[in-house]
């Protein structure tokens, strides 16, 4: 069974560091890329960013260029997202989500990717 499953949400006060994790389970990592989403409550799920199959192209939103890094390991199949300078408006709940490709691109609008995982939590906040 397909699963992807997010960890290394919490809080953290404006300025601080967090690292995401998206852990895949059940497929093969290497055939597809992987984006990360947020969403707050009363908004529309934003896109942060997307890694290629192959790790070798990356797309960040403006908002979070030069603060966060993306990248994968999958000889471990997990991706991970790296938070700096987290900035309250940052908060959200922040999904991994995958997209069987043969592209050596990403993207980070939401509808082509198929599978999702449940979220974790990351809250910025003094």
């Known amino acids: 069974q397909l699963q992807l499953v997010e960890s290394g949400g919490g809080l953290v006060q404006p300025g601080g560091s967090l690292r995401l994790s998206c852990a895949a389970s059940?497929?093969?990592?290497?055939?597809?890329?992987i984006g990360w989403f947020r969403q707050v409550p009363g908004k529309e799920r934003e896109g942060v960013s997307c890694?290629?199959?192959?790790?070798?192209?990356?797309n960040y939103a403006d908002s979070v260029k030069s603060r966060f890094t993306i990248s994968r390991d999958n000889a471990k199949s997990t991706v991970y997202l790296q938070m700096n300078s987290l900035k309250p408006e940052d908060s959200g709940i922040y999904y991994c989500?995958?997209?069987?490709?043969?592209?050596?691109?990403?993207?980070?609008?939401?509808?082509?990717?198929?599978?999702w995982g449940q979220g974790t939590q990351v809250t910025v906040s003094s």
């Open positions: 989500a995958a997209q069987r490709t043969i592209q050596r691109m990403c993207v980070t609008t939401s509808q082509p990717y198929h599978y």
């Open positions: 059940g497929f093969i990592l290497d055939y597809y890329a």
């Open positions: 890694i290629s199959r192959r790790g070798d192209s990356t």
